[in-house]
């Protein structure tokens, strides 16, 4: 039986991938992620809501969505709780889009972290807030 990492170490990831984010660090954020890491955005009627993304689309679309803010988006992590391979983080986003206008969210994700890297995660957050944000900032 292969031994299982310790809750404490899989929190500590979670606060890595949330740091490197922070700091637009994408190479540590992109060490982090299992080759085959499934990022979902949860939601329900909105343009991000339901969308899944592998490694590459990850690394390549995350970094873009990001380039939107001039300041963050921070996340301030809340809590954090684990059991085995599994932890959910509780967070408040905060920043400064790149047309001035403030951004604030409230955030709830579920991480599984397998041999130190991030496997799973499913974003839970107001995706219309985010989409009709993101449409004011990117309209013409």
Same mark, same amino acid.
């Given at each position: #039986?292969? $031994? !299982?990492?310790?809750?404490?170490?899989?929190?500590?990831?979670?606060? &890595?991938?949330?740091?490197?984010?922070?700091? !637009?660090?994408?190479? =540590?954020?992109?060490?982090?992620?299992?080759? @085959?890491?499934?990022?979902?955005?949860? %939601?329900?009627? *909105?343009?991000? %809501? %339901?969308? *899944?993304?592998? =490694?590459?689309?990850?690394?390549?679309?995350? $970094?873009?969505?990001?380039?939107?803010?001039?300041? &963050?988006? /921070?996340?301030?992590?809340?809590?954090?709780?684990?059991?085995? @391979?599994? +932890?959910? #983080?509780? &967070?408040? &986003?905060?920043?400064?889009?790149?047309?001035?206008? $403030?951004?604030?969210?409230?955030?709830?994700? +579920?991480?599984?972290?397998?041999?130190?890297?991030? /496997?799973? #995660? !499913?974003?839970? #957050?107001?995706?219309?807030?985010?989409?009709? *944000?993101?449409? !004011?900032?990117?309209? $013409?």
């Amino acid at each position: #039986m292969i $031994p !299982r990492v310790s809750p404490t170490t899989n929190k500590a990831v979670v606060e &890595g991938v949330v740091a490197a984010l922070n700091a !637009r660090d994408f190479g =540590r954020f992109g060490e982090l992620l299992a080759d @085959d890491v499934s990022w979902t955005i949860m %939601g329900i009627d *909105s343009p991000l %809501g %339901g969308v *899944s993304m592998d =490694r590459a689309t990850v690394l390549e679309e995350l $970094p873009k969505l990001i380039g939107l803010w001039s300041d &963050g988006p /921070r996340i301030v992590i809340k809590q954090l709780i684990a059991e085995g @391979d599994w +932890v959910v #983080m509780e &967070g408040d &986003g905060e920043g400064t889009f790149v047309d001035g206008s $403030p951004y604030e969210n409230h955030y709830a994700s +579920v991480f599984e972290v397998v041999d130190g890297r991030v /496997r799973t #995660m !499913r974003e839970y #957050m107001d995706t219309e807030h985010v989409a009709n *944000s993101v449409a !004011r900032v990117t309209a $013409p």
